[in-house]
């Protein structure tokens, strides 16, 4: 008999010192099989950190579990749906605020790789120990991508195949200065709050012009961004127009004597006169 969505409380244990549920890191189990997600619950019981919020055994019920409950992970089995990769594309348009972790029933190239360039957060496969699992769980929450080793192997290799390929065909993709810096933060491994304070604005701000960054170069997610830039040589190309970006946003903000504007004008170098368009 196929069950519905459950909230929160009938799943999980006691909250650590009576503190409240922002604390916790919140699932939905979607997977077709009851016992399986029983036997989660219990995995996740013994970790004080971890609430489940809902459950789901179709596709139907997991859209409408992802959209009921305030979750932080969705955790999908492949198996819910008849193409996985169209799932998790369909689920990613409703704009959740979850990252979404797939489960698959064992390791497997290509549903591994057309789920990645979907925009799964995480992939793993259902066999792995449970603590491996719960890892997975907080490193995807903390805003990190989770592929097994194997799998990252099956990702690299695939750019690098990707990269080798004839470019005659491939346009120039432009980046304005914000977005050449925000990209070179990325690939050193910032947060978006760490880069939200370098480039002196706020956090969503950084997370929309990822997002236009995304689209530009065709990639779901940050390690895909980092993978296109190493093929690329996207931020070794920009590096340097990101910082005279920088450069000249912070002169124009200033309020300088002449003497001092003259010292930013020779330091913007021997590059355009035209100082630039703000990004």
């Not at 979907?118 to 491996?132: D, L, N």
Request: aromatic share 4%; glycine share 8%.
């Amino acid at each position: 008999m196929a069950s519905i969505p459950v909230s929160a409380e009938q799943n999980v244990g006691r909250p650590p010192d009576g503190g409240n549920d922002t604390k916790f890191l919140r699932v939905i189990l979607a997977d077709t099989q009851a016992i399986f997600r029983a036997g989660l619950r219990k995995i996740f019981a013994l970790e004080d950190d971890i609430r489940v919020v809902g459950q789901a055994e179709t596709l139907a019920q997991t859209m409408s579990a992802a959209k009921k409950f305030s979750a932080d992970v969705l955790m999908f089995e492949a198996a819910l749906a008849p193409n996985p990769a169209e799932a998790v594309a369909d689920l990613l348009k409703l704009g959740l605020s979850c990252k979404l972790v797939v489960l698959i029933q064992e390791p497997n190239e290509e549903l591994t790789l057309e789920l990645f360039r979907r925009g799964a957060h995480g992939i793993i496969s259902r066999e792995v120990e449970p603590e491996i699992l719960v890892e997975c769980l907080r490193t995807v929450a903390r805003g990190e991508p989770w592929l097994e080793r194997q799998a990252v192997n099956w990702v690299l290799e695939a750019y690098r195949t990707q990269g080798g390929r004839p470019t005659a065909a491939k346009t120039k993709v432009q980046l304005t200065p914000k977005e050449s810096l925000i990209v070179s933060c990325v690939t050193q491994g910032m947060k978006n709050k760490e880069i939200a304070l370098r480039v002196g604005t706020t956090e969503q701000v950084v997370k929309n012009y990822l997002r236009k960054v995304y689209d530009k170069l065709g990639v779901a997610d940050r390690l895909e961004l980092a993978l296109y830039c190493l093929h690329h040589r996207v931020v070794n190309n920009e590096a340097q127009a990101a910082a005279n970006g920088e450069q000249a946003a912070v002169a124009g903000k200033a309020e300088m004597t002449p003497g001092v504007k003259a010292e930013a004008a020779a330091a913007a170098g021997s590059g355009s006169s035209d100082p630039g368009n703000p990004s």
